[in-house]
Nanobody, 120 residues
Framework: VQLQASGGGLVQAGGSLRLSCAAS????????MGWYRQPPGKQRELVAA???????NYADSVKGRFTVSRDNAKNTVYLQMNSLKPEDTGVYYC???????????????WGQGTQVTVSS
């Protein structure tokens, strides 16, 4: 299973970016998909997650500014980021809980990370 993330870049404060992450490979089902970020010099933290049924969870710092969504038919998760702030800067990683077969368990997979830089 591979997760391919895209959409990062450099943006001014107040701007917007949209991240995408597509899962491919031997996939039977995907449960939760989400986004984490790692600011410079800090630990990785959860940004937003979405279950297969559509329920969502957000870090307090991004509520009202970021929206996570997914297209189950495409095994893809998105993160729409609006009103970006310099403190949103970091490497953003997508994550998915994947079942690869009828008798296999749930495993976590990570994308390669995409850089988001917000200038003040």
């Amino acid at each position: 299973v591979q997760l391919q993330a895209s959409g990062g870049g450099l943006v001014q404060a107040g701007g917007s970016l949209r991240l995408s992450c597509a899962a491919s490979g031997s996939i039977f089902s995907i449960s939760v998909m989400g986004w984490y970020r790692q600011p410079p010099g800090k630990q990785r933290e959860l940004v937003a997650a979405i279950a297969s049924g559509g329920s969502t969870n957000y870090a307090d710092s991004v509520k009202g500014r970021f929206t996570v969504s997914r297209d189950n038919a495409k095994n893809t998760v998105y993160l729409q980021m609006n009103s970006l702030k310099p403190e949103d800067t970091g490497v953003y990683y997508c994550n998915a809980g994947v079942v690869t077969g009828v008798v296999t368990g749930l495993e976590a997979y990570w994308g390669q990370g995409t850089q988001v830089t917000v200038s003040s």
